[in-house]
């Protein structure tokens, strides 16, 4: 059975910073790319960020220069470091990997964890 576990969502004020984490567990033979989504009440979700296993990134534009995607793989981690937040950045943020476990490859998701930036 696998795990993909979020922490770090909270309210902040504009301009100020958050760093997400999303720790993988379970019978994990290799994590390929990982990715964080964002989903906001009344909006469609939207990628925010994505990693390769070989540390190649790509942002959305709207966090491009505020938002760097991290991984540490001897911790099966992904990280995203949120600077200058903005009230438009709050949303429930996902973590989503591809993954082999047990068989062939297979995308996964973890709970999201919240958060909101205001005043």
């Known amino acids: 059975q696998v795990q993909l576990v979020e922490s770090g969502g909270g309210l902040v004020q504009p301009g100020g910073s958050l760093r997400l984490s999303c720790t993988v567990s379970g019978n994990i033979v290799s994590i390929y790319t990982m990715r964080w989504y964002r989903q906001a009440p009344g909006k469609q979700r939207e990628l925010v960020a994505t990693i390769t296993s070989g540390g190649n990134t790509n942002y959305a534009e709207s966090v491009k220069g505020r938002f760097t995607i991290s991984r540490d793989n001897a911790k099966n981690t992904e990280y995203l470091q949120m600077n200058n937040l903005r009230p438009e950045d709050t949303a429930v943020y996902y973590c989503?990997?591809?993954?082999?476990?047990?068989?062939?490859?297979?995308?996964?998701w973890g709970q999201g964890t919240q958060v909101t930036v205001s005043p």
């Open positions: 989503n990997a591809d993954l082999q476990s047990s068989g062939p490859l297979v995308n996964y």
